[in-house]
């Protein structure tokens, strides 16, 4: 993973690069803290620059003092002897660090709120005082830092942004381990920050691309010949896009898949509006989304589900591998469902529904259905006792069959907002392109096959799981602690993580978030 980022990143770093000597065969700064701090510059020095350099406004960087703190434990173990200056210049390991702040606008980020042509400027230096050295040492270890964090955590705060964001990010931010770890040796350090999430190195690479169309001169052309109305030059324009050689039908059938279009392979309105897009706005489109997954955890398990909302769709991946992709029903615009991060628990075969008051009082008036079961103090009661005034009084439940809203088998991921994945009756509305119409749990499409593959160490298969259908006996089983990412992307990877699909956004979050990071 971390391999691939080194490619993609490269064209930020090359023209720093291309004035280093790579053969001067200096020690590495990352091979033991005694070599690592072998320069000319005096501690003196370093010590004050430290006092100046370490200024960070609270009300503009949320996470200052943990920065503030990691910086000055390096320095404190180092003795601080400088990590970046070798003899009267900046070493090699120091320019490799100011190219990785410049490849930053990959990940959507502005170099430049992390000082980089500031840094460049002392890179180009021809010569430098010992102040202007050691100012320039702790300028981007700062830097390098602010940039650290945001790619760990992000650029905001989600829970001021997305009031249905609920997955939290647990990621433990150890700069200075990191900098202080001999083992690590990268050409690009913030590497080790980013999430590691294949998905958001899908979306670098996108980010690249778009980034270069809006500099290749055949492309723009293409592009103002659609606007103006001509399709002469629509294949050509769609090759450069979506980066493919096919022809015809084909080629219009994976761009309309790309965009999340319905594939019929023929010109209509729809893919002539989506063609007429321009670079930026996809570039913006990456950068929202970006930053969302920098507001997920940044490791992976080695197994996890992964619901996408705008997508409607649902993934197991296991060991790297995807052993299940379907699709799913979501949370309609009214009765939305939140993201969420939250382990599955158990599965129950057969599950009986318990009927949230909301939908007793909204769509019923209190008048409840002969296949409901109606209890009052754990006691059940004939149905005709609820009405209108009193229905909280009540629990209204809708024991398990052939009818029942959550169909044969639930999976329970426990959470305030009551939010699961289930079965339904309703198979039919799976054929539907537009599948946001739930109450806000999620139904998946061939739930005892999701099932099978998750309780298949316990040599719990399709057989046992109809035997006990067949039964209609609420069983519970527990599963292992799956992480289940139920996650709102506008822009995601594909089952194969080979593809980035640009969608829909149904719950009309993007712009939000958009203004709130123009605003930052």
Known sequence: MKTRRLGILAIGMALILASCNSGSGEKSIFSGVSEVFDSGLSEASVAKALQTGLDLDSTVYKRAGTIRSEIALIYEKSGNKP????????????????????????????????????????????ESSEENLANTEILLTRSLALAASDLTFGLLNPAEVDKEWHSDNDSIFS???????????????????????PRYALMQKEMEKWTRLKSDTSYVKFKELVQGGSLNALQDLIRKEIQSEEADTLLIKSYQYLN?????GKVDEELLKVARRQPDDYIKQLKINMERMRWLPNKLDNQYIWVSIPQAEIDYYKDGNNLFHNRTIVGSRSNRTPSILKPMQNIVICPPWGVPLSIVGKEYGGRIPARYEVYRGGKRVPNSMVNAGNYRQFAVRQPPGPSAALGYVKFNLPNKWDIYLHDTPNRSLFGNKVRYMSHGCVRVKEPRVLAALLLEHQNIGIDSINNIIKKNRTTPINTDKIPVYISYFTANADSTMKNMLYLTDPYRKDSVLMQKLALK
Do not use: C, M
């Not at 120091?94 to 460049?120: M, N, R, T, V």
């Not at 001999?182 to 050409?187: G, P, Q, R």
């Not at 999340?260 to 019929?264: A, G, P, R, V």
């Open 83 to 126: 990590l970046w200056i070798d003899g009267k210049s900046i070493s090699e390991k120091g320019k490799k660090a100011i190219a990785s702040i410049g490849s930053l606008g990959l990940d959507g980020l502005d170099p430049e709120k992390y000082q980089f042509s500031k840094l460049q400027q002392a890179l180009t230096a021809k």
């Open 260 to 264: 999340h279009l319905s594939t019929s």
């Open 175 to 197: 700069f200075a381990e990191v900098l202080l770890d001999d083992k690590l040796h990268k050409d690009n350090i913030l590497d080790v920050f980013r999430p590691s999430n």
